[in-house]
C-alpha cells in the first residue's frame, strides 16, 4: 500500500478555482491508478475522478465534468485535481485513493485499498 496526503484544500468564492494535490509515499506510485472521492455533509462519500497509472485513461463524474480535471506526475509521486469553476454544492472533504489495479480508471471506492485523510474545500456563494 501508499501513503497518502491531500493538500491544497480551502475556502473559495463560487466561480473561483482550486488544484488539490495528492502526494504519495513509496517507490510504486507508478503502479497505482488513483481516484478523488468527496464527502460533503451528511451524505455519503461520492466519485469524482479517476486516473490510470500511465494517465492515459480519465473518468470524472458527470456532475464535475467540464469543470474538474485529473491529472498525475508520477515523476513527483502525486496527483493533481484541478477544480474551475466551483459551485457551493462542490462543498466538501476531498479524498484521495489508490487502485492496485493500474489499468482502470474505477468509480467503485471498493477496488481502492489506500485512502488519504482528506482536505476540506468550501466553496462560498
Known amino acids: 500500500q501508499v501513503q497518502l496526503v491531500e493538500s491544497g484544500g480551502g475556502l473559495v468564492q463560487a466561480g473561483g478555482s482550486l488544484r488539490l494535490s495528492c502526494a504519495a509515499s513509496?517507490?510504486?506510485?507508478?503502479?497505482?491508478?488513483m481516484g478523488w472521492f468527496r464527502q460533503a455533509p451528511g451524505k455519503e462519500r461520492e466519485f469524482v475522478a479517476a486516473i490510470t497509472s500511465s494517465g492515459i485513461s480519465t473518468s470524472h463524474a458527470d456532475s464535475v465534468k467540464g469543470r474538474f480535471t485529473i491529472s498525475r506526475d508520477n515523476a513527483k509521486n502525486t496527483v493533481y485535481l484541478q477544480m474551475n469553476s466551483l459551485k457551493a454544492e462542490d462543498t466538501a472533504v476531498y479524498y484521495c485513493?489508490?487502485?492496485?489495479?493500474?489499468?482502470?480508471?474505477?468509480?467503485?471506492?471498493?477496488?481502492?485499498?489506500?485512502w488519504g485523510q482528506g482536505t476540506q474545500v468550501t466553496v462560498s456563494s
Open positions: 513509496g517507490r510504486t506510485f507508478s503502479s497505482y491508478s
Open positions: 485513493a489508490a487502485n492496485p489495479n493500474r489499468y482502470i480508471s474505477t468509480s467503485d471506492p471498493t477496488s481502492y485499498n489506500s
